[in-house]
């Protein structure tokens, strides 16, 4: 009989887990005869593609190096779309509006979802983090929290501005103009800075209890 490995037994966890975050919208839908959440599967899916990249990122760096042209296009891609893992704890922003006779229900269903997503930005983004650390060690941890910054950016720019992750190529002019303007007039667009600094706040301080839990889970097996 095969063995599984560690990283097979973490991929058949996070897809168990996913299924019952769609198996509550299903019994939602089906009970209550209402599809008002199924936008949560489609960012559900986008929160599995940083994942993938930052799988085949790791896969690729033991026989190439990082400024080879494919692992580059990997890094951006994972880099494009990490966003969307952390994007769907703002869908809570909902429950007022399709959750009248079904809150609590609601609220499980929909934590299932941003538990899920979260889980899978954390897991790719510390991927490409151990990948860093084991080549600029310490400095690695200023572009992972330059990263989370521009995550929490780009959530503001999503449940905002409506910007998408394709509108980086279907749209960049647009993109770049709302994104300068920002920058320029601060204090014309305060909400900007409260959620960007507030999500920072919250995805910075979670991820670096994961990275201390992981790393002295590395340390103690060591001894």
Not at 77 to 105: G, K, M, Q
Not at 125 to 147: E, T
Not at 186 to 206: D, E, I, K, Y
């Amino acid at each position: 009989m095969k063995k599984v490995s560690p990283n097979q037994r973490v991929v058949w966890a996070l897809v168990f887990a996913s299924t019952i975050s769609v198996a509550l919208f299903i019994a939602r839908s089906l009970n209550y005869g209402s599809h008002e959440y199924w936008f949560l599967n489609w960012n559900l899916f986008l929160a599995w593609l940083p994942l993938y990249f930052a799988w085949q990122l790791e896969k690729r760096l033991k026989s190439e190096p990082w400024s080879s042209w494919q692992n580059f296009g990997l890094t951006f891609l994972w880099l494009a779309f990490l966003p969307n893992s952390f994007y769907v704890a703002s869908d809570l922003v909902h429950l007022p509006l399709f959750s009248l006779n079904t809150l609590l229900y609601d609220v499980v269903m929909l934590l299932s979802y941003s538990l899920n997503a979260l889980l899978l930005g954390f897991i790719s983004l510390f991927i490409v983090h151990r990948l860093l650390y084991l080549r600029i060690k310490q400095r690695s941890h200023f572009f992972i929290g330059a990263v989370l910054f521009l995550c929490s950016f780009a959530i503001y720019l999503g449940r905002y501005l409506r910007w998408n992750t394709w509108d980086v190529l279907v749209n960049p002019a647009g993109l770049l103009f709302d994104v300068s303007d920002r920058v320029i007039n601060p204090s014309s667009h305060p909400q900007t800075f409260v959620t960007t600094l507030g999500f920072f706040a919250l995805l910075g301080s979670t991820y670096i209890v994961i990275w201390q839990i992981v790393m002295a889970l590395v340390q103690k097996a060591r001894r």
